[in-house]
């Protein structure tokens, strides 16, 4: 029963985070922690482990579909790698505490921000050659230190320099791949996967990720997609005050 429960949740994380260019892993970083009682490092591993497989299935869908801006993907990339490997150096020196507190002022500051942009009469992209390369950056440190996927940053920053929700939502995808798979080799070396969990997890995830690109390509033919960039804005917000409380 409880292998068809996590099947059913991973279907459903798989979907939703990947139809918002999210990885997931900080939605089963937190099943694990809560229902398995893992350790910190073997709930790092497994979750991150997890999500990768959709994360691959998902973005060679957003190819197929040439929704992946590689232009952005790959400045962000190139400064998110790096952060992925000084992060998770770093992780075993920075205290817990301080760390939550910094991502949830980031998570909130960047929803708020997608809010403010989406309220403007003009979208207009933003101009900074920087911006792409300092989101990379942000995103690189969460999957180095804590084992997500680091999707918020990346997502916010990809929309608010200006690309559209769904444009955005694949080029995260594609970010989050090579962020993941690094960020798997230094996480496995330090914890061990809860295949029990991870394997049922994992199958239900990629059955989500064969379904969101649909969903997707389904959404951007609609006339109303501006209550998409309004709905990761309020999640960034929940996800930033989620993470301290």
Known sequence: MATIL???AGILIGTFVIALGGGGAAIYLGILSSAFHLPPAEAAATSIITALPSLIIG???YIRQKRVNFHLGNQMLLTALPAVIV???LSPHIPQLFYKWLIAIILVALGGQIFFKQHQAVNKPTKNKYAAALYGIVSGLMVGIAGLSGGGPVLAGLLILGLDTFEATATSSYVLVG???????????????YW?????????????ALIAPVLVNHLAKSKHTAWTQYLIAILLIVMGIKSVL
């Open 179 to 193: 962020m993941s798979a690094l960020g798997a080799v230094f996480h496995l070396t330090g914890g061990d996967v």
């Open 87 to 89: 992060g998770s150096l």
């Open 6 to 8: 996590l099947i059913i």
């Open 59 to 61: 973005t060679v869908a």
């Open 196 to 208: 029990q969990a991870g394997i049922p997890l994992i199958i239900g995830a990629i059955i989500g």
